[in-house]
């Protein structure tokens, strides 16, 4: 089951992130973005956060799952879902925790 166009759209909406959170479709799915860091990915319409040290302290008690099937786990966000500021603060302790993408290499024209 492909995640719907709404849960994206109510997952944005609780963070109330405009200009910082961001999301790309991909396969049916989609992966949420804070900075240019994928941050989190909604599959199945719920919504699994990368897993970090400080999402761990904020969430307490972390309930880890895969988003799809040979994926690393994740922590799987359900009553967070509705607490604006907790998602919010999650979100963002997830970017900080996270590395730089890797800047990506410019492709070569076929010649």
């Not at 860091?37 to 999402?55: F, G, H, I, Q």
């Amino acid at each position: 089951m492909a995640t719907e166009a709404d849960f994206i759209d109510y997952v944005r909406e609780q963070a109330d992130m405009p200009g910082t959170l961001t999301h790309k479709k991909m396969f049916g799915e989609y992966a949420l973005y804070v900075d240019g860091k994928v941050v989190a990915l909604a599959c199945d319409n719920s919504l699994y956060l990368k897993p970090t040290e400080a999402a761990r302290r904020l969430l307490g008690e972390v309930v880890e799952a895969s988003p799809y099937p040979g994926a690393k786990p994740h922590f799987l966000i359900d009553e967070a879902l509705d607490d604006s500021e907790l998602l919010r603060r999650l979100l963002t302790a997830t970017a900080a925790g996270l590395p730089a993408p890797k800047p990506r290499t410019p492709k070569r024209s076929k010649r």
